[in-house]
């Protein structure tokens, strides 16, 4: 039996929880899909599943080989649909989702050089900070900021994203700079609401216990913020992609550089990578790398 045959039959009977339901996907008969798992247990010399009347479970062995064998057959999808763009010229409607400050900042220049290069693919973007259901809401591709959690959508890691806390020379000039994250509870602070506050240590213990009505303002907009901290109004923490003109400028400064967060990530996340559609892998190719490395966004000197 072909080997890539019984590792595909054997992914989808996990992926299904049943045999009848993958023979559904690959259009065969459960019977053969039972032969070509059996075939497979005994090549390997382990049993993958332990199979009841109701439902399979995966044995050691076979988690070990589904991790390995969802790999090796994404990879050879990948090949197989990277050889077939060069056939393939990406068109149609690409609906992206992206979180607003970002996008007002630093998607028009993205996209005019994509549709210089893919004219037959016609944007429709949608902004929202909220997670979008990428499936459910039909996105073909989400641009999401943060330390993702595995899940069954794919993620490129497309750049990093720096975390700065910042306020204006007057501001600093008026009420001193904080040395310590504690000192933070004796300033003005500029909160945003969907802060994800597990990715901001060191300064999580500090940031929490200045209470809602210590808070100089409360924002779900980093642009904002930003805006508010060069008026002089407070220390704001915020990305970089939002605070790195103002700070090259001279408008803010960093404090605290020793306490800074661990940089979060910019991903495109995806749904699945079989069947990939050309205008999603077009752009997924695109957008590696277009930002710099470092991101332009950081460069302040």
Known sequence: MDRIDTMRAFVHVVQEGSFTRAAERLDTSPQLVSKYVSHLEQRLGARLLNRTTR???????????????????????????????????????????????FAMHHLPPLLSAFKQAHPAVDIDLQLNDRKVDIVEEGFDIA??????????????????????????????????????????????????????????????????????????????????????????AGIALQPTFISGAAIRAGKLRIILPDYEPEPLGLYAVYAHRQLLASKVRSFIDFIDGFFGEPPYWDRFR
């Open 55 to 101: 439902r399979i479970h995966l044995t050691e062995a076979g988690r070990r080989y589904h991790q390995g064998a969802l790999q090796v057959l994404s990879d050879l999808d990948d090949v197989e649909s990277q050889l077939g763009d060069l056939h393939t010229e990406a068109q149609g409607v690409l609906r992206i989702s992206a979180p607003v400050s």
């Open 143 to 232: 641009l999401r900021i943060g330390h993702l959690k595995s899940s069954s959508l794919i993620a490129k890691r497309i750049a990093p994203v720096r975390l700065v806390l910042c306020a204006s020379p007057d501001y600093l000039e008026q009420h001193g700079t904080p040395k310590h994250p504690e000192d933070l509870l004796y300033h003005h602070y500029l909160h945003y609401s969907y802060m994800d506050m597990e990715s901001v240590q060191p300064l999580q213990k500090s940031l929490l216990a200045i209470s809602n009505e210590k808070r100089a303002m409360v924002s779900n907009n980093g642009d904002v913020l930003v805006e508010t901290a060069i008026a002089g």
